[in-house]
């Protein structure tokens, strides 16, 4: 079988406490015995609550944070070793690569271009090269016409795409948005979302995505439900969303006509099939379901 | 709104000064200084108003920009001139006398040459680095023409990095405190009444919020540059390769010809009009 | 009877400057005494600079703000005392909290307004009570907090001053779903309570239907739709055009009729639609009875 692109085992992750003393004091833990495996060119959808412990997560990916216990693999390579030297942490920055909720707070560069050429820069790259990579990269967000504009003229969205460009430019083979939609309006979610979609569909970057919004998990191929540091769902967005009862416990909302139905079909209406998805054909269903009442 | 500010004044253009590499151009200010200030006779004088109205002219900025960033000088140039007239002694009779005041030619003339002298500092460094540099390219020019002082371990990396730093968060600031004023303002803060200790006691509602904030700030932008991999310059590369060009070449040329133009007037041509 | 009429108002930013840009364009909008009144526009719709205007942080161009029935600038001295009347939260308004204390915070309002201490410490009570504030958290440090804590404790700051008309942009941005619930909780509680004026700026179209009595859509600086949040939301077309939409409930049902089944086409939240279905179910069992 082939190995799993990222794979987890038994991570717990605790703070320590700010306290000092001779014995390291943890906090609660945030994560607790985590196993997970995602595979190579996949899109995750990460859900939970605040404070669920999916940001944590993330950051335990690209070295950020450091499990406390428990191993990480990528690609087969334990990247939680203790013979990881500094280099060996700047491959796994660069092959899993972040995009953050504060659009502003990523930024560094005044001028767009020189901010997607940042990541490049600090990998070395050969300067023609690091030059193709941010054409490209802009070029991939859609923001080409604004890559000699200074970051502040631009709507959250677009800043948002920005930072992405400045993560695809560094050629990472995964990418981990965290809650990277969280603050955007309806509009910049919606082309940031189609950003991260097209990542995945077209150039097979591994995905995963970080969020409370449950409209974007549904487009991802798979989504994890994670609460109170366990992960309490993990299946296709159907099989999840399926488990309203359970949804709703941990905090999180169904989409408005799945809650209609799930309330329907609780009522005793059997032929409901709530774990349906897409919205014509739920008022396909229902609409048949009506009328047919009439030949009962 | 507070957000229009431009920062750092700079034009964008198309202009030979604009497309000049940004190393040279602060090599040029600082010969440019130089040569105003050696300046000491008429005839260098008029060199160096000559000189400096041509800057101006080939800069294409326009004059209304550059009039107005001599505005805020213009008290201080007009004090100072007003002290020198009084204050000069000159060894002539003097041209006006009323009781202790007394006002020589010297003492004008050397007001209108303080006045002249400060104003083409002023306007010459602006359309040669301020009005045509982007603030980028002007601490990236800076980082590398100081990159053979890394050697003796000064951090001109780490200051670079730091300017580029601030000039891409100072909009965001600004507007962030905007918000938090209007903010505290609408819980009925008063900014704009009271003494002295009053309104700066005032402001704290303002400050800490902001500082809290550019902490937080501060701490994102950090764990987002570790994330793409940024470890000072440690084999670091960049993108935008700086050349000199001939035209670089070209006002190298004809900044040593203003100064040798200066230098000699001085020598020569300083008793051609007595002062 | 209105709490607050905007008359007429245009504004236009950085007047004479190459940045200069129209924010709005003649707005007149209308919001109903003791109603929850929805504000909804997209980004740059001129939503924010309204929302400004109300309580006289920004003076119209042309055109009045008339509050409780008299025009604010009347006395322009007189504009701070205006604050206390419309309470304003901005965005994001955690990133406002700068004292020791909660407690502390939230009295910054009132004690801004002059009021005695006694009557300081009852309404700090009262508006932690109304969003939810747990007493042992008013003795914390504000920095402490959690992100839907602190957003809490900045409403609870503009609520003590119990303000006749309570504006909210965007209040529960970026929070989860629960942060969502306790947050829109506080304020309905605080709108029953005091049977004051609340108006919600907001691009979620779920939560103003959730919560609005009445809405304003507001379209490049002018006020493109207003009435009840029934009747705006029969503008499927015109609300999606304008880069916003209905709930998803709301297109649901469209899609049902387009169908053929005879609904309602007012519905918007889950609610209406669980009792719509029913009622379309039922009425068929019943005819084959």
Redesign the interface.
Known sequence: MEKPFIKLEDVSFSYESGEEGPVKMLLPPILKRINLEIARGSFVAILGHNGSGKSTLAKLLNLILFPTEGKIYLDGKDITDENMTEDDVYVVRRKIGMVFQNPDNQLVATVVEEDVAFGPENLGVEPAEIRRRVDRALETVGMSEFKKHSPHQLSGGQKQRVAIAGIIAMLPECIVFDESTAMLDPKGRKEVMDTIVRLNREKGITVLHITHNMEEAFRADRVIVISDGEISLDGTPREVFSNVGKLRTVGLDVPQVTELLYELKSMGYDEVDYTETDEEKCAEMLAEIIKSQKGR | MLKDITLGQFFPGKSILHKADPRMKIILTLLYIVAVFMSSSIVSYIVTVAFTVILAVISRISVRVILKGLKPLLFIMLFTAFFNIFWTKGESEPLFAYGIIKIYKEGIIFAVLMIVRVACVLTGSSVILTYTTSPIALTDGLERLLSPLKKIKLPVHEFSMMMTIALRFIPTLIEETDKIMNAQKARGADFSSGGLIKRTKALLPVLIPLFASSFRRAGELATAMECRCYRGDKGRTRMTQLKYKPVDLLLLLIMVAYGAGVVLSNIYLGNLIVL | MNALELKDITYT??KK?P?ESKALDGVNAFFEQGKVNGLIG??GSGKSTLV?MM?G?LKPDIGQVVLLGKDIWEEPKKI?QI??QC????QY?E????EETCEKDIA??PK??GLSEDEIRERVRSAAEFVGLDSTLLKKSP?EL???QKRRVALA??MA?EPSVLVLDEPA???????RTEIFGGIRGYQRAKGNTVIIVS?SM?DVAEYCDNLTVLKNGRVLLSGSTGEVFRHEKELVSS???V???T??MR??R????ECADNIYT?EE??RE??R??EE??G??A
């Open positions: 930013y950085s400057t940045f997209h980004t400004q309580n942080l701070r604050r206390f309470g304003l939260v901005f308004p990133y406002q909290l700068f910054f309002g801004n307004m920095f959690s992100g839907g700051g503009v001053m941005a970026g929070l989860d779903p629960i942060g691009h779920e880069g916003l939409g709930p998803q409930i297109r649901f899609l049902l387009e169908r053929g089944v889950v639609a669980l279905v029913k379309l179910l068929r069992r005819e084959n």
